[in-house]
Every structure is written in structure tokens, then in C-alpha cells.
């Protein structure tokens, strides 16, 4: 009896929140001696995983902006910066971000953009034949469905985080990239910040022996942000919330998790020898979010989905555990926790960034050895030193030090470099997938979990079978003499864009028509679009002529 009332209130608190986006109509999941076990969908026929997926080299990589809010811009002016990149077409819901984005380009000097703007205007975008990669910076409840038009229409995709809200979107993204063979990368800058590189590279040659627990973590208040989020006019914000804080108090579960799981997940090897089989979650009441949209709307908050602090654990297939926090609410400071706890050393990056090894942990390792190393300690600044410096990311020896000036501590560059190497280089994609999908999973599963009172629920296996055919987590890289010669070519089309922009007054002529426009003249801006079409075609010629 007791059994039957517990399945039946689960369920109803299922049936309650499936509306949520966080839960998917379509998984399906039974109980198992308490255990919520959720299903594999079997692979489509024709289907096959993009483990190592590689794609034709692209010598100039192509790109379109879809998103240009808080962190669209950022990104089209860090692409600004990487040789071979043509930026085709900017677009936003309201033409005005578009074009203030448009400026980047301008200021240096290459070719103006093509701009889009309302709500479907992404799809003409997706439909150009000039473009190789969509890179998608919108709101959260746009990441998907301009991320499924793009690959529908062949392209490559870059999407910011969360990329995925639930598990139906995993499985379709999933689908997508195998079907159509094109990368669907995750954009988790956090995987390149410089604590979390070196760590990796110490983890992979076994400076911490074997790494049993890790733990990661988004802890930032967000009380000056709320109001900066876009409201969209589609989104029914009777109460004025804008789209993040109305999208937490719908929905329950670890909804920004990839900040802190996917750096400690690429040193666990996760569906590279290791995957994530069950959680359990459990939140907080709301007390932060209820009163800030008590505030806001002047009424009762009377439901609130989202805790204040959601904790998830997580347990491999080879017995590791990994703990990851979310607390966008308490008044705390930024935190993304990322410890690794091995059977030979301790690293932690918060609040100061510390190892602790045993006097065992370097031998063999070719690092300097030292006196009276111990894991009782942390290591005194010297020993730190000369770790670090033994240890230092070849990405980030390449990409680091640009990569600071590109302002957000530098990792965002770098991430943007990788992606744009590994594109022209024809090279697997530091991200594929499968890590999108597993990161981005937390938030419904842990739902489903949190809405059963925190009973365990199995991770389904997004490689379908094969998550342990890889051995271990690893960057590509394209032999010396062949990377030159890509660099060497991407830096001759940056420069023939530049030339080719000035010497056809590309921006004048822009300007031109801008104005046109403004003064709603249609004999002037007929005119001036004409002149202006002449000169953009004029110029690519010339830049292709140098390709």
C-alpha cells in the first residue's frame, strides 16, 4: 500500500510540472526497486555516433551570429580577432542590437555584415549558402529551436549555455549531428579557463593518481543582473520578470550546470572510458526568488519551481562521484568549486587556486621533485610554480596571453580559437554532442528526481554503447607543418578582407544606404543599395581571388 501511494504521488507530481521545459514529454522512465530508470531511445537506422566526428577542412570558416544581447557581442568582437574568419550576417530580434554589433566589424575593418532581426529572422539566416557555423548566444528557450533549424539546413553549431533545456532536445541535437555529420558544439567557456587546463594536463599524466571525487559548481548571485535579461515580447512576462528569472521560477533543477560539470567531467573521461550512471538531487526552498518576484510584481509569490541552491550528485560506471551546485540567488561570492580529490593529490581553484599531492605524485611524471612534499599541506608558492610551469596547456601556451585582452579572464578567446582551429583544421571539435548532452541532462533528470521526493535516477547513455571506445579524454591537434600552412592562409584572407573592404568603401557605401533608410527616401535607398550590392560583390571577388 505504501509502495502504491508513494507511485502515485510521483506521478502526480510529475504530471503537475510536465508543462515545465526543464521536463520532456517524450522521455520515458519506469521505477526499478526505487530507482527512476530512465530509456534509451534506440538509435534511428542509418545512424551512426559522431565520437571523433571530423568534417572538410574549412580554409575560411563562415560564420552567422544569432543572439546579440549580453553575450552575442562579446563573441562577434572576440571572432573579430581570429584570421580566416569571414563574419557573414549578424542577427538579433531587434535589428538595433544587430547593428550596434555591426561596429566591431567597423572598427576592425572588414566587411560589414549582413543583419536580420525579428523573431524567425535566424531561419533566412540558416538558409544562406554562405555559411559554415551558426553561433547561437540568445535566451535560453531560443538556444534549441535555432540550433535544429541551422543543422536542418546543414550548417555547423556553436551554442552557448545551457544548449540544451531538456532531454527530448538532447536526443534531437543528437539525432541531428549524426544524421547530417556536422559538429553541434556546447560553448563552455569555463573548460578553458587556464586553472582548469593545467589541471587537466596534470590529471591526464597521473599527477593526482586516480581522481575518485569532484565536485564544480555555479554559485553566483545574480541581484544585478535580473533586470538586464531581455524580456521577450512572446514570452506572456505579465509580472515584468524578464526571461532568466521567469524561466527559474518555472522550472526545478540544476538549470545552469555546465559551468562547473564540464571541466571536472573531461578529467574523468566521461564517454571516453567513463559515464555518469545515477543521481540524486535536492534543493532548498525558494526564499530569494519568492520575495524577489514579490517584489517585482507586488503580489504573492505563491509558486516558485527552482530552489535557491540545488545540489546534484552523480555516481560513474567506474565508481567515481561528482557533486555540482547551482545558486544564482544568495548573497555569496562567485564560486565554481572545481576540486579533484585523487588517490595521490587534491587540487581546488576557490577561493584561492591550491594543489596538495602526496610525496609519490610527480615521480615518473618528469616535474621537478621537492622536499617534504606532502598532502597535509597545500604547496608553498615555488612548488606551485614550478608545477604550473611543468604543466602548462599547450592551447593555452598558443592562445593565453591574446586571450587575457579578450576580456572575461581570456578563456572565451580561447574557446572561440579552438573552435575555429579545429574547423579549419578538419579536426574533432573539443566538444562534441554527446558532452552537450550529458552536461545539459542535470536539469531534468535532477527534476525528475527532486519531484520524487530525491530518489535515484539513472543517466540514459547518449553514445548509445559507446561510451568506453575511447581511450580517455583528448585535444586534437594538426601536425606543425600543416598548421602553419592553415595559419598562414587564414591570416593572408583576414588581410585580403581588410584591403578588399577599404579600397571598395565598403562602409561609406553602408553608410549610405543607413542613411537612405533613415530619411525613408526609397529613389535614395534603391540608389545607394545598388551602389552598395556592386561593391560587396566587387570585394568578395577580390577576397576569394586570394583564398
Same mark, same amino acid.
Given at each position: 500500500?505504501?509502495?502504491?501511494?508513494?507511485?502515485?504521488?510521483?506521478?502526480?507530481?510529475?504530471?503537475?510540472?510536465?508543462?515545465?521545459?526543464?521536463?520532456?514529454?517524450?522521455?520515458? +522512465?519506469? +521505477?526499478?526497486?526505487?530507482?527512476?530508470?530512465?530509456?534509451?531511445?534506440?538509435?534511428?537506422?542509418?545512424?551512426?555516433?559522431?565520437?571523433?566526428?571530423?568534417?572538410?577542412?574549412?580554409?575560411?570558416?563562415?560564420?552567422?551570429?544569432?543572439?546579440?544581447?549580453?553575450?552575442?557581442?562579446?563573441?562577434?568582437?572576440?571572432?573579430?580577432?581570429?584570421?580566416?574568419?569571414?563574419?557573414?550576417?549578424?542577427?538579433?530580434?531587434?535589428?538595433? *542590437?544587430?547593428?550596434?554589433?555591426?561596429? #566591431?566589424?567597423?572598427?576592425?575593418?572588414?566587411?560589414?555584415?549582413?543583419?536580420?532581426?525579428?523573431?524567425?529572422? #535566424?531561419?533566412?539566416?540558416?538558409?544562406?549558402?554562405?555559411?559554415?557555423?551558426?553561433?547561437?548566444?540568445?535566451? /535560453? $528557450?531560443?538556444?534549441?529551436?535555432?540550433?535544429?533549424?541551422?543543422?536542418?539546413?546543414?550548417?555547423?553549431?556553436?551554442?552557448?549555455?545551457?544548449?540544451?533545456? $531538456?532531454? %527530448?532536445?538532447?536526443?534531437? !541535437?543528437?539525432?541531428?549531428?549524426?544524421?547530417?555529420?556536422?559538429?553541434?558544439?556546447?560553448?563552455?567557456?569555463?573548460?578553458?579557463?587556464?586553472?582548469?587546463?593545467?589541471?587537466?594536463?596534470?590529471?591526464?599524466?597521473?599527477?593526482?593518481?586516480?581522481?575518485?571525487?569532484?565536485?564544480?559548481?555555479?554559485?553566483?548571485?545574480?541581484? %544585478?543582473?535580473? %533586470?538586464?535579461?531581455?524580456?521577450?515580447?512572446?514570452? $506572456?512576462?505579465?509580472?515584468? =520578470?524578464?526571461?532568466?528569472?521567469?524561466? $527559474?521560477?518555472?522550472? *526545478?533543477?540544476?538549470?545552469?550546470?555546465?559551468?562547473?560539470?564540464?571541466?571536472?567531467?573531461?578529467?574523468?573521461?566521461?564517454?571516453?572510458?567513463?559515464?555518469?550512471?545515477?543521481?540524486?538531487?535536492?534543493?532548498?526552498?525558494?526564499?530569494?526568488?519568492?520575495? +524577489?518576484?514579490?517584489?517585482?510584481?507586488?503580489?504573492?509569490?505563491?509558486?516558485? *519551481?527552482?530552489?535557491?541552491?540545488?545540489?546534484?550528485?552523480? *555516481?560513474?560506471?567506474?565508481?567515481?562521484?561528482?557533486?555540482?551546485?547551482?545558486?544564482?540567488?544568495?548573497?555569496?561570492?562567485?564560486?565554481? !568549486?572545481?576540486?579533484?580529490?585523487?588517490?595521490?593529490?587534491?587540487?581546488?581553484?576557490?577561493?584561492?587556486?591550491?594543489?596538495?599531492?602526496?610525496?609519490?605524485?610527480?615521480?615518473?611524471?618528469?616535474?621537478?621533485?621537492?622536499?617534504?612534499?606532502?598532502?597535509?599541506?597545500?604547496?608553498?608558492?615555488?612548488?606551485?610554480?614550478?608545477?604550473?610551469?611543468?604543466?602548462?596547456?599547450?592551447?593555452?601556451?598558443?592562445?593565453?596571453?591574446?586571450?587575457?585582452?579578450?576580456?572575461?579572464?581570456?578563456?572565451?578567446?580561447?574557446?572561440?580559437?579552438?573552435?575555429?582551429?579545429?574547423?579549419?583544421?578538419?579536426?574533432?571539435?573539443?566538444?562534441?554532442?554527446?558532452?552537450?548532452?550529458? +552536461?545539459?541532462?542535470?536539469?531534468? =533528470?535532477?527534476?525528475?528526481?527532486? %519531484?520524487?521526493?530525491?530518489?535515484?535516477?539513472?543517466?540514459?547513455?547518449?553514445?548509445?554503447?559507446? /561510451?568506453?571506445?575511447?581511450?580517455?579524454?583528448?585535444?586534437?591537434?594538426?601536425?606543425?607543418?600543416?598548421?602553419?600552412?592553415?595559419?598562414?592562409?587564414?591570416?593572408?584572407?583576414?588581410?585580403?578582407?581588410?584591403?578588399?573592404?577599404?579600397?571598395?568603401?565598403?562602409?561609406?557605401?553602408?553608410?549610405?544606404?543607413?542613411?537612405?533608410?533613415?530619411?525613408?527616401?526609397?529613389?535614395?535607398?534603391?540608389?545607394?543599395?545598388?551602389? #552598395?550590392?556592386?561593391?560587396?560583390?566587387?570585394?568578395?571577388?577580390?577576397?576569394?581571388?586570394?583564398?
Amino acid at each position: 500500500m505504501k509502495i502504491k501511494s508513494f507511485l502515485m504521488a510521483a506521478l502526480a507530481a510529475f504530471s503537475l510540472s510536465a508543462s515545465a521545459q526543464s521536463l520532456s514529454p517524450g522521455t520515458k +522512465w519506469h +521505477w526499478d526497486k526505487g530507482t527512476i530508470v530512465v530509456e534509451t531511445p534506440e538509435r534511428p537506422a542509418g545512424q551512426q555516433n559522431v565520437l571523433g566526428l571530423t568534417a572538410p577542412k574549412l580554409k575560411t570558416v563562415r560564420v552567422g551570429f544569432v543572439g546579440l544581447g549580453m553575450r552575442g557581442p562579446w563573441a562577434v568582437m572576440r571572432f573579430c580577432h581570429i584570421p580566416g574568419v569571414e563574419i557573414v550576417a549578424l542577427c538579433d530580434y531587434e535589428e538595433a *542590437r544587430a547593428e550596434k554589433s555591426q561596429e #566591431y566589424l567597423r572598427k576592425q575593418g572588414l566587411k560589414p555584415a549582413d543583419i536580420y532581426s525579428g523573431e524567425k529572422g #535566424y531561419e533566412a539566416l540558416c538558409k544562406r549558402s554562405d555559411i559554415d557555423l551558426v553561433y547561437i548566444a540568445a535566451d /535560453w $528557450n531560443h538556444h534549441f529551436p535555432v540550433a535544429k533549424f541551422a543543422m536542418e539546413n546543414g550548417k555547423h553549431t556553436a551554442i552557448e549555455v545551457p544548449s540544451a533545456m $531538456n532531454l %527530448d532536445q538532447c536526443w534531437s !541535437l543528437i539525432n541531428l549531428s549524426e544524421q547530417t555529420r556536422k559538429h553541434c558544439f556546447i560553448l563552455e567557456n569555463c573548460c578553458y579557463d587556464y586553472y582548469e587546463m593545467n589541471a587537466l594536463a596534470m590529471a591526464q599524466d597521473g599527477v593526482f593518481g586516480d581522481i575518485i571525487r569532484a565536485e564544480g559548481a555555479y554559485i553566483h548571485c545574480l541581484e %544585478d543582473f535580473w %533586470d538586464a535579461y531581455w524580456k521577450d515580447p512572446a514570452d $506572456n512576462d505579465k509580472d515584468n =520578470l524578464h526571461w532568466r528569472m521567469k524561466y $527559474n521560477m518555472e522550472n *526545478r533543477g540544476d538549470v545552469y550546470p555546465t559551468h562547473g560539470l564540464g571541466p571536472v567531467a573531461q578529467c574523468l573521461n566521461i564517454h571516453r572510458g567513463d559515464r555518469f550512471t545515477t543521481l540524486v538531487a535536492m534543493d532548498t526552498e525558494s526564499f530569494v526568488g519568492k520575495d +524577489w518576484v514579490k517584489n517585482k510584481s507586488g503580489k504573492e509569490c505563491k509558486e516558485f *519551481r527552482n530552489g535557491d541552491h540545488t545540489t546534484t550528485l552523480m *555516481r560513474t560506471a567506474k565508481g567515481k562521484v561528482v557533486e555540482i551546485q547551482h545558486n544564482v540567488m544568495t548573497p555569496q561570492p562567485y564560486n565554481r !568549486l572545481f576540486k579533484l580529490t585523487g588517490t595521490k593529490g587534491y587540487a581546488t581553484k576557490y577561493p584561492t587556486e591550491e594543489f596538495a599531492l602526496s610525496g609519490e605524485a610527480l615521480k615518473g611524471t618528469g616535474a621537478p621533485q621537492m622536499d617534504n612534499l606532502n598532502a597535509h599541506g597545500f604547496m608553498n608558492k615555488e612548488q606551485k610554480e614550478a608545477l604550473i610551469k611543468k604543466y602548462y596547456h599547450p592551447i593555452l601556451k598558443k592562445y593565453g596571453e591574446l586571450g587575457r585582452q579578450m576580456g572575461h579572464g581570456g578563456m572565451d578567446f580561447i574557446m572561440d580559437s579552438r573552435l575555429v582551429y579545429c574547423l579549419q583544421n578538419g579536426l574533432p571539435l573539443d566538444m562534441d554532442v554527446y558532452d552537450l548532452a550529458e +552536461w545539459c541532462s542535470l536539469a531534468e =533528470l535532477g527534476a525528475l528526481s527532486m %519531484d520524487n521526493n530525491s530518489a535515484a535516477v539513472t543517466f540514459p547513455d547518449f553514445t548509445r554503447g559507446f /561510451w568506453n571506445k575511447q581511450d580517455g579524454y583528448k585535444h586534437q591537434y594538426a601536425a606543425p607543418e600543416a598548421e602553419a600552412a592553415t595559419e598562414a592562409a587564414a591570416a593572408a584572407y583576414t588581410k585580403s578582407q581588410k584591403e578588399a573592404t577599404a579600397k571598395f568603401k565598403l562602409w561609406n557605401l553602408y553608410d549610405a544606404v543607413a542613411a537612405a533608410k533613415k530619411a525613408n527616401n526609397a529613389k535614395a535607398l534603391k540608389s545607394a543599395t545598388a551602389k #552598395y550590392n556592386k561593391a560587396v560583390a566587387a570585394a568578395k571577388k577580390a577576397m576569394n581571388a586570394r583564398k
